[in-house]
């Protein structure tokens, strides 16, 4: 049987015999085996891969569960019953090779989800939902704990997932709802429809990041709680309309619930079903950005964006060339994505030169993001020139004009940066006085708050805090709705933290729930990192010399901020830490960083025995001078 332990470990345990394959306990089992029938306490503390609501009993009532062999419907299985016989868990050999590769969890005696192994190699690599729970069905194909596409997803269930992907500021998972271009070849609208819809998606899949991060109504504690629509309607097959029944909503509201009681809603638009899968066409607007858009009972674009594209039957044919240049990057390789690059750039000229009115304006602001973007990473030489004569041509008073200096200013600094003999200060400075001239030419860009962010950043660093207060408070008060403002706030909430308690809670890599409360009678050390980030390592190593050395005295809790949750569990499979790591999707742009707005890596933070922030910015090399003087208090 192969599952997850209370800790979140990967263990494996087999039909009649027992192996552990690898194990992130804090109490090492190596070399340990179970007896031929594994525990009902350890066949408790396995854990499903995916968030679902299942039946965990308490202490007596996990001493009073039995767990024996069942055999049924050609199975063999270990199932966990509680003492008045209700259904708890089952893991069943679906196939006899002595292996468990089933895991299902239960809700008051029904199964509410199942964990799959299809190809026999003890990783799950499909989650399904049952019951109560719903009737979802993802497949994970790189078994790395999250799933990568939808098998059955009803429409309800996508609206949660819209909710969810927001709430979370995670565009992978909203990513996934959204239909391929192989799918919507496939299910037959009509021509003009389809164009509109492949537009509309398009900008859905490019625009989502940003809005997940800009807006504030749907935070991780907003609960999804109802589908609001009417009936569903088909668009029938007919010989000058649509190839296949297709079968939709219209006007799709997806209602939430806040922690407080309050009520919100996000307006989904569209629903349709592809196969067994609801998927939505649009990005998800809320209350108080409410835009027409496409219906596909009544087809309409009112944005710029779904107009670019649709307008003009001649856009069509370089549209097309966009959406095969997207796929090919894909799984292009660094060399030939300087080349498709290239294409996709020449491509976005032309189409910026023959559109007119919203739409051209939408398609140079696409070439100037691609052009920044390149210039940046340096998959293209000449992309900065490029950036440069694209914002000489446009007029004195153009509303791009600052779109474009912002991307400029950035594109040149990510280039210098690059150059192999940069004179790093001297290259920031620069950059920095470009911010500063910025921000006082065009003071109401939306950019401005970036800019005014990045110089705070610099006067924070360089000991010059009151500037960098002025400067936050600033953004906070002059772009209260913008992704700047929550990260300056949670900056002036860390500058001011000392002699404040600390309030932190979220959950573990491994799914449980942590408060700093748990602590209470004990210093804590906080310890924002990330794997990609090589000082936050060497911060690691110290940390772990030190916790060994002062375990019963002190805690460390750590925050990893990393975007990508698998990069983070293999790092932590190779090199396990004996202390809690708090992981949200959003990196430096998600709550845990945003909180006490966490710019830069590492932040370590002191708390005393009551929780009470002693240091906000506690270094490496002073660390156990630090650590000596509240153990000994």
């Known amino acids: 049987m192969a599952g997850y332990c209370a800790s979140g470990c990967r263990i494996r345990f087999s039909i009649g015999r027992v192996s552990v394959v690898c194990c992130l306990l804090s109490v090492s089992v190596s070399g340990f085996a179970f007896a031929a029938q594994p525990s009902v306490e350890y066949a408790l503390g396995l854990k499903p891969k995916q968030f679902v609501d299942y039946d965990i009993p308490d202490e007596q009532e996990a001493k009073a569960a039995t767990l024996l062999m069942e055999k049924a419907n050609g199975m063999t299985s270990w199932v966990v019953r509680s003492a008045q016989g209700i259904l708890l868990r089952r893991f069943a050999d679906t196939n006899s090779d002595r292996v468990v590769d089933q895991w299902s969890y239960c809700k008051d005696g029904l199964e509410v989800y199942r964990d799959i192994d299809t190809d026999h190699n003890t990783n799950p690599d499909q989650c399904r939902w049952f019951g109560v729970a719903g009737s979802r069905w993802g497949i994970d194909a790189n ?9 059955v997803l009803s429409a309800e269930e996508a609206t949660a997932e819209i909710v969810r992907a927001l709430a979370n500021r995670e565009p992978a998972i909203f990513d996934r709802l959204l239909p391929s271009d192989v799918e919507l070849n496939e299910i037959g609208f009509p021509d003009e429809l389809l164009a509109q819809v492949r537009i509309q998606v398009t900008d859905a899949r490019k625009r989502f990041k940003s809005l997940s991060q800009e807006q504030e109504e749907v935070t991780p504690q907003t609960q999804w709680t109802a589908m609001l629509s009417g009936l569903p309607g088909i668009i029938p097959k007919s010989p000058d309309g649509a190839a296949a029944d297709i079968t939709a909503y219209d006007n799709v509201v997806a209602l939430t619930e806040a922690v407080s009681g309050s009520g919100g809603q996000v307006f989904v638009g569209s629903l349709v079903r592809f196969g067994s899968v609801w998927r939505p066409l649009a990005l998800p607007q809320l ?49 030939d994505i300087a080349k498709l690059i290239a294409k996709q750039v020449a491509i976005l000229n032309e189409v910026a030169q023959r559109a007119e009115g919203d739409e051209k304006e939408f398609w140079l602001r696409q070439l100037a993001e691609t052009l920044a973007a390149a210039a940046q990473e340096g998959t293209m030489p000449n992309a900065l020139d490029q950036l440069e004569k694209l914002s000489e041509s446009l007029p004195t008073g153009d509303p791009l004009k600052s779109f474009l200096a912002f991307r400029l200013a950035s594109a040149r600094y990510a280039t210098s940066m690059q150059e192999p003999d940069a004179d790093i200060e001297k290259v920031q400075r620069v950059w920095l006085e470009e911010l500063a001239a910025f921000a006082e030419a065009y003071p109401d860009a939306q950019d401005a708050a970036e800019a005014l962010l990045q110089i705070s950043i610099a006067d924070e660093f360089s000991g010059q805090e009151e500037a960098a207060i002025q400067r936050y408070q600033q953004i906070v008060e002059n772009f209260p709705s913008s992704a700047s403002a929550r990260k300056a706030s ?28 748990q602590f209470k009678g004990k210093p804590v050390l906080v310890h924002y990192w990330a794997t990609w980030c090589e000082p936050c390592k060497v911060d690691i190593a110290r940390i772990r010399e030190l916790q060994e050395k002062y375990q019963r005295e002190i805690a460390v809790v750590g925050i990893a901020l990393d975007e990508d949750k698998a990069a983070l569990q293999q790092f932590l499979s190779k090199r396990p830490l004996n202390w809690p790591q708090l992981y949200e999707p959003g990196g430096l742009d998600g709550r845990l960083a945003e909180d006490l707005g966490v710019l830069t890596l590492p932040t370590m933070l002191l708390l005393d025995k009551e929780g009470v922030v002693l240091e906000r910015n506690v270094l490496v090399t002073d660390l156990e001078n630090k650590l000596k003087s509240v153990v000994t208090d």
């Open 287 to 335: 209350s108080g950005e409410m835009q027409e858009s496409l219906s596909v009972f009544s087809p309409k674009i009112d944005s710029a964006a779904f107009q670019a594209g649709t307008a003009s039957e001649t856009l069509q044919p370089f549209l097309e060339q966009l959406r095969v240049i997207e796929q090919e990057m894909q799984e292009a390789e660094r060399a």
């Open 143 to 151: 078994e790395d704990g999250s799933i990568d596409e939808w098998k």
């Open 490 to 517: 949670g900056a002036l909430r860390r500058l001011q933290a000392v002699g404040q308690p600390l309030n932190l809670s979220g959950t573990t890599i491994d799914g449980q729930e942590l408060t700093l409360q």
